[in-house]
Nanobody, 125 residues
Framework: QVQLVESGGGLVQTGGSARLSCTAS????????LGWFRQVPGKERQFIAA????????FYGEFVKGRFTISRDNAKNTVTLEMNSLKPEDTAFYYC??????????????????WGRGTQVAVSS
């Protein structure tokens, strides 16, 4: 069982930056791809970014457009999402995820076996 705990987030002004971190624990964490989704209540989950277990390959949702960067540290079992140029429409709950992913499956929420409890990011206009 992999456990994911997010930190960071909070209230940010439009145009500002935020940094989300996720610490993963459990057996064989390094075997999993790690990523981030977000969700606004009443809407579907939206893929943000993912990184493969080696860290060599990173994938981003189309809306990111260079504003966000994902990275992982396998020595610390952490994955980080750096977010810049934040907009009010980025307001959502952000979830850390873990799963066996590849270049075909990274964008589907159903490919991720483990989800954190989420952290809220609110961007004020």
């Amino acid at each position: 069982q992999v456990q994911l705990v997010e930190s960071g987030g909070g209230l940010v002004q439009t145009g500002g930056s935020a940094r989300l971190s996720c610490t993963a624990s459990g057996p064989s964490v390094s075997r999993y791809g790690l990523g981030w989704f977000r969700q606004v209540p009443g809407k579907e989950r939206q893929f943000i970014a993912a990184v493969t277990r080696s860290g060599d390959n990173r994938f981003y949702g189309e809306f990111v457009k260079g504003r966000f960067t994902i990275s992982r540290d396998n020595a610390k079992n952490t994955v980080t999402l750096e977010m810049n140029s934040l907009k009010p429409e980025d307001t959502a709950f952000y979830y850390c995820v873990a799963g066996f992913i590849d270049f075909r499956t990274y964008g589907s929420p159903y490919e991720y076996d483990y989800w954190g409890r989420g952290t809220q990011v609110a961007v004020s206009s």
